[in-house]
């Protein structure tokens, strides 16, 4: 059917009109809304403490080489599963090959195995207990799950109030008796704990090995409350 210079204009005014509509629907303008922000932190002790220990052996013959790494850590875990409070798990199992002059002059085999442990002095004694065979990599301290939630749900309760006690003192400033929460976000943030490496003279010794120092410290846990409030019209 042919298009009458009617149905033209009819359809350039629809098109014209139709995108203004939908932008007013999509973002309709908000009046009296303020977005505010509230904090709440505390200094926390850390109580878990990570030592990563590693085996490793370089030379000609692989299955030597396996066969000496398979022996040192299954002597590590047996060590360790004799005392209680500390976990143990196994890390990543490597092979790699070692060149001199773009030729392959033997293998070099490594793994790793991870101690976790609130009882600081069990974890040293151990450690200077596999430090006659293993190698001690890292060590790093941190916040458990149990006492992190348990802190952070302290701090939402505190950051939420706080955030409260803003929007009230800024009702009432602007002259206002009442506001309504449009929406609110609640953000646990925590400082990092980067495992410290340990330098190459902790490596494995054949003789007695005195317990490392280990001294946890502490991390501050924070909790931030951001949101938007409506000034209500009474």
């Known amino acids: 059917m042919p298009t009458t210079p009617y149905r033209r204009s009819l359809l350039l005014l629809i098109c014209l009109i139709l995108p203004s509509l939908l932008y007013a629907e999509a973002d309709p303008i908000r009046y009296d809304q303020v977005n505010l922000s509230a904090q709440a932190s505390m200094e926390v002790d850390n109580d878990t403490l990570i030592a990563v220990l590693y085996a490793q052996k370089e030379g000609d013959e692989m299955s030597l080489l396996t066969d ?103 009702t009432g400033k602007l002259g206002h008796k009442t506001y309504r929460l449009v929406e609110m976000s609640i953000n646990t943030s925590g400082r990092p704990i980067h495992p410290r490496k340990m330098r190459a003279g902790m490596m494995a010794m054949e003789s007695a090995v005195s317990a490392p120092s280990l001294e946890a410290g502490s991390q501050t846990l924070q909790v931030n409350v951001n949101g938007r409030i409506e000034l209500q019209i009474e």
Not at 142 to 157: A, D, F
């Open 68 to 170: 000496t790494i398979n022996r040192q850590i299954s002597a590590a875990l047996d060590t360790v599963k004799k005392t209680d409070g500390i976990k143990v798990q196994t890390l990543g199992y490597q092979t790699s090959p070692i060149y001199q002059q773009k030729r392959l002059a033997g293998w070099r085999v490594k793994q790793s195995i991870r101690l976790e442990s609130r009882q600081g002095e069990k974890l040293s004694q151990i450690l200077s207990q596999l430090q006659k065979s293993l190698a001690l990599e890292s060590i790093s301290y941190t916040i458990s799950t149990e006492r992190r939630q348990s802190v952070e749900e302290t701090l939402i309760r505190e950051a939420i109030s706080a955030f409260q006690h803003r929007a009230e003192l800024v």
